[in-house]
């Protein structure tokens, strides 16, 4: 099992494509939170997802065995491996989850739609953000493409 969430941080004012939020992966196996480290962690979040769904879609389909991500403006990273039962998600600390691809793509499109769409259309950001989440959407099971 795994989980995904992606939350911005308070006290930014107005919904910006450059604001500063947080990512947490969990699994069966671990946990990888940017927030509450020492140097800070956190990320410009609108845009790590979209460099997170299009990272990740590209892996998908194509045949790299290993995805290295990094968040924007952050340290934070994971790394997604192919195994011969789906994938593992790993953070500096080591594996979080063994998963399948329904599992992680369905647990990133969740997180995605949770935090947004928050931003406003004229937002330097606000584009990228739609584009990304409709190439991604076909990636998920029974999602809406």
């Known amino acids: 099992m795994i989980t995904v969430q992606f939350t911005v941080r308070p006290g930014q004012g107005d919904a910006s494509g450059f604001d500063m939020g ?15 480290h020492v140097p800070d962690q956190g990320m410009m979040i609108y845009l790590s997802v979209v460099q997170l769904l ?3 879609g590209d892996f998908l389909r194509g045949n790299a065995r290993v995805l290295s991500f990094t968040g924007a403006d952050t340290s934070f990273s994971l790394v997604v491996r192919r195994t011969k039962d ?27 739609e949770d935090l947004g769409p928050a931003l406003p259309p004229e937002d330097p950001v606000a584009s990228d953000w739609e584009a990304a989440l409709a190439a991604f959407r076909p990636l998920v099971p029974s999602s809406k493409g």
């Open 54 to 56: 299009d990272s990740l």
């Open 86 to 112: 789906g994938l593992s998600v790993a953070c500096k600390d080591g594996v979080i989850a063994r998963t399948t691809v329904p599992e992680l793509t369905s647990a990133v499109l969740r997180a995605t």
């Open 22 to 36: 947080d990512m947490v992966v969990a699994g069966n196996s671990g946990t990888a939170d940017s927030a509450g």
